[in-house]
């Protein structure tokens, strides 16, 4: 299936998806995170959710990282350079919706994508490879690019993956993506854990 007749079938399958069902399965996601090996790091990239679009309630997973005192950034988009600038999320950040629907920091301390160890990565379908696909714009495959080499990359779905998704140079595979009720390993892309 190509790229866009992927999106457009996950897509619909969010939107079908109940308001309650959304917020259970996000839950379930970031109980199952906590069975992941990357606790031991400082630095954790996580995005927030476009709600209307269905993504995956990440706040349930920004109250473990909270918990466990990590330091923790978000990004806001620049669609005139396709580029994301990433911000320390403190108590006194102020977010604001951007027009795109993007809860994102008005202002902060700006962080460097090489010292950040892992990433809590947003998709819209991904394959049993590790390949993922967003909404085609490139932000988080350019974000990766810039990150540490030894970053873990971790997707985030409601769904299982698909057999096979065709994917491009430029596109940065997971090393893992957790769904409500399992963790997916991607081996050939696991980094030295």
């Given at each position: 299936m190509e790229k866009k007749a992927l999106r457009l079938k996950y897509k619909k399958l969010r939107e079908e998806l109940s308001e309650e069902s959304v917020e259970t399965m996000s839950?379930?996601?970031?109980?199952?995170?906590?069975?992941l090996p990357i606790w031991d790091k400082t630095y954790y990239h996580i995005f927030l959710p476009i709600s209307e679009k269905k993504e995956v309630n990440t706040e349930y997973l920004l109250h473990?990282?909270?918990?466990?005192?990590?330091s923790?950034?978000?990004?806001?988009?620049?669609?005139?350079t396709g580029e994301m600038k990433n911000f320390l999320l403190q108590e006194n950040t102020v977010l604001k919706t951007s027009e795109y629907g993007i809860p994102e920091p008005v202002s902060g301390i700006e962080i460097s994508p090489e010292i950040i160890e892992v990433v809590f990565v947003p998709l819209l379908a991904y394959d049993k490879r590790g390949h993922r696909i967003g909404?085609?714009?490139g932000?988080?495959?350019r974000f990766l690019k810039r990150c540490n080499s030894e970053a873990i990359f971790v997707g985030l779905s409601f769904f299982d993956p698909e057999p096979?998704?065709?994917f491009e140079a430029t596109d940065v595979?997971?090393?893992?993506?957790?769904?409500?009720?399992?963790i997916v390993e991607f081996k050939n892309n696991s980094l030295s854990l």
């Open positions: 839950l379930q996601i970031a109980n199952q995170a906590l069975k473990i990282l909270q918990g466990k005192d990590k923790i950034v978000v990004s806001k988009a620049d669609f005139n909404y085609g714009k932000f988080y495959d096979e998704i065709f595979p997971l090393q893992f993506c957790i769904t409500p009720k399992k």
